[in-house]
């Protein structure tokens, strides 16, 4: 039976996502189940799980997922995230690339020391919010560089493992949390709607995001100037869980559904058709 996978970390909070998901492909008779890298690594399970077929999804942002997918490519299955997670996926970097590709990030700095930390961080306007690495793990806004290198200076060189951004709060700006499924764009219902206009420009400049992220399925927020109507991309999610809207859940468990039918399809004339 092919399979979908939600593939998670206990060190991570997305249980209660994935039970979503999961919950909503069962009630479309499509089988889903949850696993636990931390599980299937135990006493080599990983090697011995059946992954022929599955679909597979890492709702996990563990900068250490692209060595299971280096694993898994032996195997005829599909990772929905597989190019993404397999190169370079700490925040900053997703934001650097974001930048080179031409569209508005808050400017950000990132070094892997106290001292260059300091250094660089004279360059950079407050307030502004330190962050981790990966998604949702810590974030801290400092109103000025006093407080910033206050902060920095009770910390080793080993604790250095988040990057600065520039805030982007000001009157007449608003925080918007999108979700992206492969062509569709879908807002959270509870945040600001923008106007069509807005709409339109955030959906041309996600065909050049996608192209420069190698991602069609995942989570972004975005400041949004009401007056002015000019935005910045922040926080993208290359693991969503969709937690925050039940039509993007209902878009993303569709795009599995598809996959694993397409999955379906290929292997018949391995299984139906060989020679006895």
């Not at 679909?55 to 195997?75: A, D, K, P, Q, W």
């Not at 974030?139 to 600065?164: A, G, P, R």
Request: aromatic share 14%.
């Amino acid at each position: 039976m092919n399979t979908i996978i939600l593939i998670l970390s206990k060190k991570e909070p997305y249980l209660d996502g994935a039970a979503l998901i999961q919950s909503m492909c069962n009630s479309k008779e499509e089988f889903c189940t949850i696993l636990f890298i931390e599980d299937i690594l135990l006493n080599d399970n990983f090697v011995s799980f059946n992954w022929h077929g599955k679909v597979i999804y890492f709702l996990t942002n563990s900068l250490h997922s692209g060595r299971y997918i280096s694993f898994l490519e032996n195997f005829p299955c599909h990772i929905i995230n597989k190019t993404f997670l397999s190169g370079e996926k700490s925040k900053f970097c997703i934001q650097q690339r974001i930048k080179r590709s031409g569209l508005s990030v808050p400017e950000s700095i990132s070094a892997n020391s106290i001292n260059s930390l300091i250094l660089a961080a004279t360059f950079l306007k407050f307030p502004a919010y330190a962050k981790s690495q990966q998604q949702a793990t810590f974030t801290q806004e400092f109103y000025n560089k006093q407080s910033f290198f206050n902060f920095i200076n009770t910390l080793k060189n080993d604790e250095i493992d988040f990057y600065l951004e520039e805030s982007m709060n000001a009157p007449n700006r608003v925080l918007i949390k999108f979700y992206y499924i492969n062509g569709f764009l879908i807002n959270n219902p509870q945040n600001y709607a923008p106007p069509m206009s807005a709409i339109q420009s955030i959906k041309k400049d996600l065909s050049i995001l996608e192209q420069a992220l190698k991602l069609n399925v995942f989570s972004f927020d975005l400041i949004l100037c009401k007056k002015t109507l000019r935005y910045w991309f922040i926080d993208i999610n290359p693991a969503s869980a969709f937690f925050g809207s039940e039509k993007a859940r209902f878009e993303f468990v569709k795009h599995l559904n598809k996959t694993k039918d397409d999955i379906s399809l290929s292997l018949i004339p391995e299984q139906i058709y060989t020679k006895k």
